[in-house]
């Protein structure tokens, strides 16, 4: 009859005080058949599991992320999605089956710069990181400004995958437009004031002087204007 092996694992401190980890084999010594003894192969896996520990953590690090992670193949045609994590589905709405070896390109729209598209492709073509806003587009057709950095990922030397992080800045985006819109616009009318108008005025002087063009400027006073001024603020 056949006499059964055993096999599990097994942790335990060694000197130093250091845990180490092994896969344990018993095999039975059978004698003129009886099982004599056991023969025991130990085999120490503690980097294995030391890796798989890191991996576990990792992997919990980008499920908690509230940035986008996508993680995309360079070696395939189309560089096709890997990987993304929940928060990429929270702020794009596309599932991760969704995306799934599909090109991350599908996030253009009309409105997305073409230098930015080329930016990023050559980015990827030359294997280097990079960092860039850019207009892209949620499932539904809805726009929103994406803070995108790239980094590429090496094996052996060899860059195989990207990494990208995104996360949704359009809250930011509008609120760095409506300042710099009311710094250059009066409140009450919404007409370009004195500091838009200095700000022109110094840029078409210096484009004038680049194409050795004369400019002209014309002031207009405006008769009984100071008391609406005087009354109503400027």
């Not at 300042?179 to 250059?184: I, P």
Request: negative net charge; glycine residues 6%; charged residues 25%.
């Amino acid at each position: 009859r056949g006499y059964p092996r055993s096999d599990f694992s097994m942790a335990f401190t060694v000197a130093g005080g250091t845990l180490q980890y092994f896969d344990v084999t018993f095999l039975p010594i059978v004698v003129d058949g009886r099982v004599d003894g056991v023969f025991g192969i130990a085999k120490n896996i503690s980097s294995r599991v030391e890796i798989q520990k890191q991996q576990r953590i990792m992997q919990r690090s980008l499920e908690a992320s509230s940035n986008a992670v996508v993680i995309f193949d360079v070696r395939k045609s189309g560089c096709p999605i890997d990987y993304v994590n929940p928060a990429f589905t929270q702020i794009t709405g596309y599932s991760a089956a969704e995306v799934r070896a599909r090109s991350l390109e599908f996030l253009i729209g009309e409105n997305t710069e073409k230098v930015d598209v080329d930016f990023i492709r050559a980015a990827v073509d030359e294997q280097r990181p990079a960092s860039i806003t850019i207009r892209s587009y949620r499932k539904n057709g809805t726009p929103f400004w994406n803070q995108l950095f790239l980094s590429p990922v090496s094996d052996d030397g060899e860059v195989t995958h990207f990494i990208a992080v995104m996360n949704d800045i359009s809250e930011k985006k509008e609120q760095d437009q409506e300042l710099a819109y009311q710094a250059t616009h009066d409140v009450l009318t919404g007409l370009a004031n004195r500091s838009l108008f200095v700000d022109r005025l110094h840029h078409d002087f210096q484009l004038a002087r680049r194409h050795n063009k004369l400019m002209a400027v014309l002031f207009i006073d405006l008769d009984e204007f100071k008391p609406i001024n005087d009354t109503l603020g400027h």
